[in-house]
């Protein structure tokens, strides 16, 4: 045997091991396996060479199959415009200690690719179709035996060669006349417009037509598509049927015909169809509308085609599958693709598997492909969750019909992701007024001389006998002639129509208006009902054996309800479960969710001496709405994206993400910024998606401390976000309960506490829960107007420290003043609470965070009524102290200064009055030293 060969050495050992396997217990491996060793029994008894170096040689030949299963992809002819890069040992039969004396031989190892005992020749002849041709294949590494003998099943006995009739070439040449007769229409009427040309990738239109039908003949009723700018055009005119008409007019319209929003770029819009597939059954198509910011919109395509399983098909993967569609370049670089990919088979988040398509242009924007990755290909990370791969020629477009039909397949057998490489080029630069050749040279004079897939194809069923000449050149001018017609149709009107994505899911929301912030509905629930739902919850079946704590821990509600002191965490169990009776879905999910980061949650109680866990409040009635929690992998981005989907999917459901600290949220900082904040007034979309980020100064240094509330309220503008910061349970309780009875639906941002979940004075009365409403402000109850002299202003934890500090020191002339809800601004009640306290010559704004941080100077710009004294920590570049001292002694000035005992002229230089010696800039910046 040939020792430098370690593809022979190290596959004639596994196979050796396989038989003496068999030799003991033939069921012991695989049929394919066993017939090959059968045979090759057979066959010692009848040759003429000694049995060793039969034996030998079969093993050879063996090794030489399993070479070209596992490393055929890197041989293949799958670039159309690039020779590809070497790769060392080649699959050469002197590789396997075989040579060209052999070729005539007849091996028996043939029987283990389908083909009976075969010559040499013959058996690399086969390998070389099946394996090196216009398809790739990665797939031995997946594990699975059954998998994998899936995998080798259907692709050796066809030798990975696509099979279509006459009729179904007609329908494939028809979608590339539809691709490429777009995009050059395009290229001529809009001349320099960015329109990111799907040209070089031209199959992904026949592609994606194809896996559609294959889909609908699998069960498949919905596909949820995420993709990003380039081809989306093509995509939304030739596969989500948008009119031609309407694309045209997005390229010379002035306005948008609805106030539903400012709109976006053409080529970020997301659109919803129906459309009847080949054999007469509906299919729902939905694009979900993407930034520019690249596989941002995977997660949340995700979530989207997840929440549709879960609430229109009872959780039945068969019959929802979402396509991402991926660059090059982004798959190899943006971080959310690991994400998503370590996502995909948990069981919080799996979708039944993912079909994605990666449109490899080789280069990223003026980035060579070798510069764009460490890895051997783009794809990867598929091997994260041992998906198959395959890397398919582009410009051969039944190798890529063939290819994705055969991915659906495996999608619906396995559940499993699916990653398809089409290798192709990209016809012009990033955009289409963008100079290539400054970077590119080389590559882009052999793209400039290459035909496109369309004449390719038509070439070839010219020579087949299916189409004349004359017959492509006629269809092609037709379709010119319907292009011009509805350009001219676009001329007619100077608007463009934004159509609200998901639309049917959203019929009974409307859009907010400014008088619904004026005030809260009720949203309280009868005493009867919490309190059957604080038994419920609180009461373990008497069947299952717990951890001993965690009867203590109900012990403790229990008598919070009897003493009527209920915390944080019974006041938001119960806020869920009031819900649920109502037939509101609930699904939370976040690091550490279960339990709580802080230990104070626990809806999921483990059983002793197991994993099996008990969820109390999916057992509190047979007919109740569904209750999800789930610990999340450790990400932001991801699993934010994902339940922003889920929510724009289910606008019906209580949809939660929670950070482990608010501070990690800026980790996910593209879904806040592209999605959550703005998507209503770019694409019309509302959401009702909450995100509890825990946010407190209790000195556990500068990423622990702050979910930077001020980027938040920078971010906030026309009612497009809510953002509360609470002090008492029986507040969450409404917040949380307002946020689904209100009819239209807006992201919640929810500054959760820490320490306060467990302070003694942060308790509601039951009373509280079943009367009255989310206060957006509230009063100082123990103040008596006509005493008061300062009223200070604040928001969160820092109350109760304030409220201790007044006590302790026996100061009645303050009120203190609690704004829970900080966007919408609660103005009208702040300017009530002013007039209330007309007596007052002191007006402070006082806060836990640094000057130039927290809510100071948003306050500064919506609230100009009174002149507001900023009492905080000095400003400052990081959140917070790494030092528990220097943070109590801040927390102590603010505290000191609040409350401050001054003569009369002190009280004019911090008053606010006005006083020749000081500006109130330089009041402030005093205040906070």
Same mark, same amino acid.
Request: glycine fraction near 6%.
């Given at each position: ?18 038989? $003496?396997?068999?030799q ?7 049929? !394919? ?17 000694p049995r060793?170096e ?5 093993f050879r ?17 799958? $670039?159309?415009?690039?020779t ?10 002197e ?10 031989t ?22 070389q ?21 899936w ?33 050059q ?36 009723e ?8 380039r ?34 770029v053409?080529?970020?819009l997301?659109? $919803? ?8 059954k509906?299919?729902?198509? !939905? ?18 085609a ?5 609430q229109?098909h ?82 051969d477009?039944?190798?890529?019909i ?19 490489d089409?290798?192709g ?14 970077t ?5 004079k052999?793209? !400039?001389?290459?035909p496109? *897939? ?12 299916i ?25 007619e ?27 809260s ?24 054996s717990? #951890?001993s ?8 509600r $229990?008598?919070m ?11 938001e ?15 939370? !999910? ?7 980061? #802080?230990?104070h ?24 709405a ?33 950070a ?59 009612n ?10 029986a507040? #969450?309780?409404?917040?949380?309960r ?16 820490k ?19 989310f ?6 109850e ?14 969160g ?39 209330k306290?007309s ?15 927290? *809510? ?23 959140p ?11 927390l ?38």
């Amino acid at each position: 045997m040939n020792k430098n060969s370690y593809i022979g050495n190290a596959d004639s050992a596994y196979i050796e091991s396989l038989y $003496n396997n068999y030799q003991k217990d033939p069921s012991s491996v695989e049929e !394919s396996w066993r017939k090959f060793f059968e045979g090759f029994e057979f066959a010692l008894n009848f040759q003429d060479k000694p049995r060793d170096e039969t034996f030998d040689k079969e093993f050879r030949v063996i090794a030489l199959i399993e070479g070209y299963r596992q490393r055929g992809h890197l041989f293949t002819k799958t $670039n159309p415009v690039r020779t590809r890069r070497q790769y060392f040992p080649s699959l050469d039969i002197e590789n396997f200690g075989l040579g060209r004396e052999d070729v005539e031989t007849v091996f028996q190892a043939g029987k283990n690719i389908g083909i009976g005992p075969a010559k040499l020749k013959e058996i690399v002849a086969h390998l070389q179709q099946t394996y090196c041709g216009s398809v790739g294949v990665e797939f031995m590494f997946i594990r699975v035996p059954e998998r994998i003998k899936w995998m080798k099943d259907k692709m050796e006995p066809v030798k990975n060669t696509p099979r279509f009739t006459s009729e179904e070439k007609r329908h494939i040449y028809h979608q590339l006349k539809l691709a490429v007769g777009f995009e050059q229409f395009i290229h001529r009427k809009f001349v320099g417009q960015k329109r990111f040309s799907l040209e070089g990738n031209d199959t992904l239109i026949p592609a994606l037509d194809a896996v559609i039908e294959k889909g609908s003949d699998m069960g498949i009723e919905e596909f949820v598509v995420g993709m990003a700018h380039r081809g989306r055009l093509n995509v939304l005119a030739n596969i989500m049927q948008k009119s031609y008409q309407d694309i045209f007019s997005e390229f010379s319209a002035k306005q948008y015909n609805e106030e539903i929003a400012l709109g976006d770029v053409k080529y970020h819009l997301g659109h $919803n169809s129906t459309i009847i597939a080949d054999n007469g059954k509906k299919i729902g198509l !939905s694009l979900v509308p993407n930034p520019s910011h690249l596989e941002a919109v995977d997660p949340v395509a995700l979530g989207i085609a997840r929440a549709k399983a879960v609430q229109k098909h009872n959780g039945d993967y068969n019959r929802v599958a979402p396509i991402l569609i991926h660059g090059d370049a982004a798959i190899a670089g943006q971080g959310v693709v690991y994400e998503v990919i370590q996502m995909s088979e948990l069981n919080g988040y799996k979708t039944g598997g993912t079909i994605h398509l990666v449109l490899n242009n080789q280069v990223g924007f003026t980035t060579n492909y070798l510069d764009a990755r460490s890895s051997t290909y783009s794809t990867d990370v598929a091997k994260v969750t041992k998906s198959p791969v395959f890397h398919v020629n582009g410009d051969d477009v039944e190798a890529v019909i063939y290819t994705i039909k055969l991915a659906m397949e495996y999608r619906q057998a396995f559940h499993s992701d699916v990653f398809i490489d089409i290798l192709g080029y990209r016809r012009y630069g990033h955009n289409e007024g963008d100079e290539p050749r400054f970077t590119q040279p080389l590559l882009y004079k052999q793209i !400039s001389k290459h035909p496109n *897939a369309r004449d390719i194809y038509s070439e070839k069923l010219i020579e087949q006998g299916i189409f004349s000449k004359d017959e492509i050149t006629q269809k092609e001018r037709d379709f010119n002639e319907l292009l011009d017609e509805k350009l001219k149709k676009s001329k007619e009107g100077t608007t463009v129509k934004i159509v609200q994505f998901l639309k049917d899911d959203w019929q009974k929301y409307r859009y907010s208006r400014n008088q619904d912030f004026n005030s809260s509905s009720k949203t309280g629930v009868l005493r009867e009902t919490l309190l059957e739902i604080g038994r419920k919850i609180n009461t373990l079946p008497e069947d299952k054996s717990f #951890f001993s704590k965690i009867n203590k821990l109900l012990a403790d509600r $229990n008598k919070m309800i009897r003493t009527n002191k209920l915390d944080w965490a019974l006041a938001e169990l119960l806020a869920y479960g009031s819900l649920l009776l109502e037939g509101f879905p609930v699904r939370i !999910s976040g690091q550490d969710s279960e339990r709580g980061t #802080f230990s104070h949650r626990h809806a999921a109680y483990v059983l002793e001496d197991s994993d099996e866990k008990y969820f109390p409040l999916k057992h509190l009635s047979e007919d109740q709405a569904k209750f999800h929690i789930f610990n999340s992998p450790l990400n932001e981005y991801g699993v934010m994206g994902f339940e922003y989907g889920y929510a724009m999917a289910a606008p019906d459901t209580l949809t939660i993400w929670e950070a482990q600290f608010g501070d990690f949220n800026n980790v996910a900082q593209v879904i806040i910024d592209q999605y959550i904040s703005s998507a209503e007034e770019k694409w019309g979309l509302m959401n009702g998606l909450v995100l509890y980020l825990p946010h407190g100064y209790e000195g556990q240094g500068p990423e622990h401390s702050s979910a930077r509330i001020e980027r938040f309220l920078t971010l906030s503008a026309n009612n497009n976000m809510l953002l509360v910061n609470c002090t008492t349970p029986a507040n #969450f309780f409404h917040v949380l309960r307002r946020q689904m009875h209100q009819p239209f639906r807006l992201p919640l941002v929810v500054f959760t506490p820490k320490s306060l979940l467990r302070h003694p004075e942060c308790v509601s009365g039951i009373e509280e829960l079943t009367s009255g409403s989310f206060r957006e402000l509230i009063d100082d109850e123990r103040a008596v107007a006509e005493d008061v002299r300062q009223v200070v202003f604040t928001s969160g934890r820092l109350y109760y420290d304030l409220a201790k500090k007044r006590e302790e020191s026996g100061i009645s002339d303050t009120a203190i003043i609690r704004i829970e809800q900080l966007y919408p601004f609660p103005a009208e009640q702040m300017r009530s609470v002013i007039k209330k306290y007309s007596a007052a010559e002191r007006h402070v704004w006082a806060q836990d965070e640094p000057a130039n941080m927290g *809510a100071w100077s948003y306050i500064q710009r919506v609230f100009k009524d009174v002149q507001l004294l900023l009492i905080s920590r000095p400003e400052s570049g990081s959140p917070a102290s790494g030092l528990l001292e220097l943070h109590k002694k801040r927390l102590s000035k603010i505290l000191e200064k609040v409350f401050m005992e001054c003569d009369c002229e002190l009280k004019r230089k911090y008053c606010g009055q006005e006083c020749g010696k000081f500006s109130m800039r330089e009041l402030n910046r005093e205040m906070a030293r």
